[in-house]
Nanobody, 126 residues
C-alpha cells in the first residue's frame, strides 16, 4: 500500500508559478514510476506528466510541455510538479498517482496507476 498526499495548490494569476508536492508513505516509493493528472470541472481526467522510478525518463502532455517540470526525490519519498507560465486553462484538481502496472508504452493511461492522492486544487485567474 502506498498513500499519496498532494500539497501546494492554490490561486495564482495567469503567468504565475506554483510547485506541487506529493508525499508518499512507505518504503516502496522508489519502486514506482509516478504520474501527475488533472481534472477540470466537467472534463475527464487527463494526463499531465510521468517520471520513471529513477527519474531518467520523463513524459509531458503537449499542453504543458515547456512550462511544467516533474521531478522526484526518492530519499524524501516525494514527487514534484513545478508549474510555470500558468494559464487559466490549467485550472483543475491535480492528482499524483503511482504506476502499479509499470508499462511505459501506456504512460498516459490513468488505468495503470493503482494509487492516487486526494488531489489539490489549482486555480489560475486571467
Amino acid at each position: 500500500q502506498v498513500q499519496l498526499v498532494e500539497s501546494g495548490g492554490g490561486l495564482v494569476q495567469a503567468g504565475g508559478s506554483l510547485r506541487l508536492s506529493c508525499a508518499a508513505s512507505g518504503r516502496t516509493f522508489s519502486r514506482y514510476a509516478m504520474g501527475w493528472f488533472r481534472q477540470a470541472p466537467g472534463k475527464e481526467r487527463e494526463f499531465v506528466s510521468r517520471i520513471s522510478r529513477t527519474g531518467r525518463t520523463i513524459y509531458y502532455s503537449d499542453s504543458v510541455k515547456g512550462r511544467f517540470t516533474i521531478s522526484r526525490d526518492n530519499a524524501k519519498n516525494t514527487v514534484y510538479l513545478q508549474m510555470n507560465s500558468l494559464k487559466p486553462e490549467d485550472t483543475a484538481v491535480y492528482y499524483c498517482a503511482a504506476d502499479t502496472i509499470s508499462d511505459s508504452s501506456t504512460y498516459d493511461n490513468a488505468g495503470q496507476y493503482g494509487y492516487w492522492g486526494q488531489g489539490t486544487q489549482v486555480t489560475v485567474s486571467s
